[in-house]
Nanobody, 124 residues
Framework: QVQLVESGGGLVQAGGSLRLSCAAS????????MGWFRQTPGKKREFVAT????????YYADSVKGRFIISRDNAKNTVYLQMNSLKPDDTAVYYC?????????????????WGQGTQVTVSS
């Protein structure tokens, strides 16, 4: 059974940093691409970042480029999202997701498994 569990969310002041983690169990983590998405009330789920199976290729939404870094540790079955220079607009529930195809992707419909999310709140 595939399960994804996000952690590391919390309350931070604007300009601060947080590091999110997503621990995966089941499946074959090292062959999957991973993605981070976020969602706020009344809005659709938004792409944030993605990383291919090996970690050699990454892709970011324009809104977070230069501030966020996605990485993975296949030995630990974990993907990370380092969030720097946080803004109030970054406030959202952040979700990790798994893509069995193994390549970077930004569409929610291309992902096969999802975590339950972790809340990130950035105060001004």
């Amino acid at each position: 059974q595939v399960q994804l569990v996000e952690s590391g969310g919390g309350l931070v002041q604007a300009g601060g940093s947080l590091r999110l983690s997503c621990a995966a169990s089941g499946g074959t983590f090292s062959t999957y691409a991973m993605g981070w998405f976020r969602q706020t009330p009344g809005k659709k789920r938004e792409f944030v970042a993605t990383i291919n199976w090996s970690g050699g290729n990454t892709y970011y939404a324009d809104s977070v480029k230069g501030r966020f870094i996605i990485s993975r540790d296949n030995a630990k079955n974990t993907v990370y999202l380092q969030m720097n220079s946080l803004k109030p607009d970054d406030t959202a529930v952040y979700y990790c997701a798994e893509n069995k195809g193994g390549f970077t992707a930004e569409l929610t419909t291309t992902y096969d498994y999802w975590g339950q999310g972790t809340q990130v709140t950035v105060s001004s």
